[in-house]
């Protein structure tokens, strides 16, 4: 992926872009996204996207990763709070649900099985995971698994949810309810 353009005018255009490909993207899925409508409604250009982007499996690539890190760090992962983390996803999913929803895309028309989506700080978790089960702070097993695990129960009200699609429009009390059950059930599923 290049580097973010040295000029404030070329950073906001890439920034724009990635926010217009986003919506795009997590509304139609990478077939269905049109480059027409990405570069309308960010202001811009083909030349300029490509030449940001290379074409539109980078422009795709360059999403997640931008809303992958963007989640990551508005969400910072403690071992030891594995609830409030999950807690956080759900909240996260509430105010932004375009990654849920780019990750399902991924699924649907790129990996079928395996890794869906490549997170820079995945070995820092996985360490910070098996530290703690060293300590006995968490249940054994594989690291991998309970990271899975708690990413699926924060996800069970997502926009990909099999049964239930939260809102922001739903009353706060139902989302409370929701996350103190979330909270009590990854306590109890990661307790050693």
């Not at 795009?24 to 077939?31: M, N, T």
């Not at 989506?117 to 991998?144: I, S, V």
Request: glycine share 8%.
């Amino acid at each position: 992926m290049p580097e973010l353009p040295s000029t404030p005018r070329g950073a906001a255009t890439r920034r724009r872009i990635l926010d217009a490909a986003t919506e795009e993207f997590a509304l139609r899925g990478i077939a269905g996204a049109r480059i027409e409508r990405i570069i309308s409604a960010a202001r811009t250009n083909k030349a300029q996207l490509y030449g940001y982007f290379g074409n539109k499996d980078g422009l795709f690539a360059s999403v997640i990763a931008d809303r992958t890190s963007d989640i990551t760090a508005s969400i910072p992962f403690d071992a030891d709070d594995l609830p409030g983390w999950a807690v956080g996803i759900y909240e996260q999913n509430l105010l932004r649900p375009d990654l849920v929803r780019l990750i399902a895309w991924t699924r649907l028309e790129r990996r079928s099985g395996g890794l869906l989506l490549d997170d820079p700080e995945h070995g820092t978790k996985l360490a910070a995971l098996g530290r703690a089960q060293e300590e006995g702070r968490l249940r054994a097993g594989e690291p991998y698994d309970i990271l899975a695990l708690v990413i699926a129960m924060a996800c069970a009200w997502s926009p990909v949810s099999n049964v239930w699609a939260a809102t922001g429009d739903e009353p706060e009390g139902e989302h409370e309810r929701r996350k103190a059950f979330l909270r009590e059930a990854v306590a109890r599923a990661v307790a050693p």
